[in-house]
């Protein structure tokens, strides 16, 4: 099916964006990590149009997505490129990734979709890390991105958490009386 394979396409280039960026190769990491996220609007939208959605490829999918922003932002750490506290901005990042699958996993049916939150922090967050693995010396707008990314995920995280929250509310059951 052509949408997973477009996933797997994303997911074996993540070796390559790793290398291209531990060896200071700009411009070949920027258009890995550019052909990744195209693959991303791609496989997406084929499988719809195309009425090829599945169970399989919206885990599959979801999974490439949470690995291409790991893989990215690891990567970037391990270059250097965020120093000081700006290392809170990745961390963040990734540690939305992790709550958002968790809540995900706890919570199957749930809709945890904020389209207008979501859309500019993809944005922000695909644009940032795009300009940190440039070349152009723009990195200082790159983090300005990722922070802004970093802010809205931390928006996100409350709304998802209040949506999750009667779901995990404990439910005490009546003791038994003593003696009855």
Known sequence: MLPNLLTALRLLALPFLVWTVMVDAGWVAVALFLG???????????????????AFGAMFDLLADRML?????GTLMASGAFTGAWIAVPLVLIARNFVV???QQALPGRD????????????LNF???GLLLSPVGA???????????????VVTMALYARRAA?????NPTPRAQAGS
């Open 112 to 123: 945890f979709n904020y389209p207008p939150i979501e859309h500019p922090k993809i944005a």
């Open 101 to 103: 699958a968790g809540l």
């Open 166 to 170: 009667p779901s995990f509310q404990v």
């Open 69 to 73: 922003t790991l893989v990215s932002l």
């Open 36 to 54: 990744a996220g195209l693959t991303d609007v791609l496989d997406g939208w084929i499988a719809r149009r195309l009425g090829l959605t599945s």
């Open 127 to 129: 644009l940032g890390v």
């Open 139 to 153: 990195q200082s707008v790159g983090l300005w991105m990722l922070a802004a990314s970093a802010a809205l995920s």
